[in-house]
């Protein structure tokens, strides 16, 4: 796939200067045939300091009323660091809620070494990564309790919800597990799930080389270009075993996010009577058809 081909949409959304944006929308109820989730409701992407006025028009006419930013206070002061920070983006009519998965406890020396070296190891140690960020976002003294929020939100009494956007930096881990959590207690079988997850490649292809050149200077990375490359990539095989270790541990993921205490069961019961609704022709995402757009090595399963 070209580096200016059009990106599929749906489930992609142009919106200039901010990179990966797309509606998690589309996508069919394994257990309920005819079913599916709404559209127009959950935005993710990466960070949208680049996004352009027309951008910024163009997220305004979607009707977003929350931005749920992810990042934490150290990960700002780390990008000064690097001279990679611009000014938050905010826009009329929308609220940013600053929500970070990670603690300032989380940004040790040793706690970052760890999640790089995973992050470098294969899709077993993403794996192991994004329980962290589970296990992080849900830690008692997380005040933010980012996820929650993001899930109470969804499953208020309004409606359909007004539309949100989540993102983190890249829109791809952190982001990414939210999404997936969102999906699987939706009911979208995890294969749809991964897949879902995979097309980060495609949405950050563009941005590939840039960060990059970036983990490279990090000491974990620093002579490690083969594992600064596995890092920045969203193999499907990385959603897949962080799923499998899910229900291997818990059963399944409600019971996980029962067991966290990220939601209660009327919590669930609510996300689903609001994002489940019957499919329509146009509503539904060809994601099968998507998934012949990725790389075979992101499509794996294993």
Known sequence: MGATTP????PFIEI???PNFRDLGGYPI??????LVRRGVVF???EPSRTTDEGVSRLRRLGITHVYDLRSEQEFERGNKYGLNRPVKEWEGARRVFAPVFRHEDYSPEAVALRFKNYGSGPEGFAQVYMSMLTAATAPLNESRPYHQIITHLAGETSPPTPLLVHCTAGKDRTGVICALILSLCGVDDDIVAHEYSLTDLGLKERHQEIIAHLVQ???FKDDPDGARRMVLAKKANMVQMLAWIKKTYGSVEKCVLDLGLV?????????????????????????EHACLLPEETTRAS
């Open 16 to 18: 200039p200067g901010l």
């Open 264 to 288: 209660t069961p009327e919590t669930v019961e609510n996300l689903r009577r609001n994002l489940i609704i019957d499919v329509q022709s146009a509503e539904e995402v060809d994601w099968r």
């Open 30 to 35: 394994a257990s309920q045939p005819g079913k």
């Open 218 to 220: 990090e000491p974990a």
């Open 7 to 10: 990106l599929p949409s749906p």
């Open 44 to 46: 993710r992407s990466a």
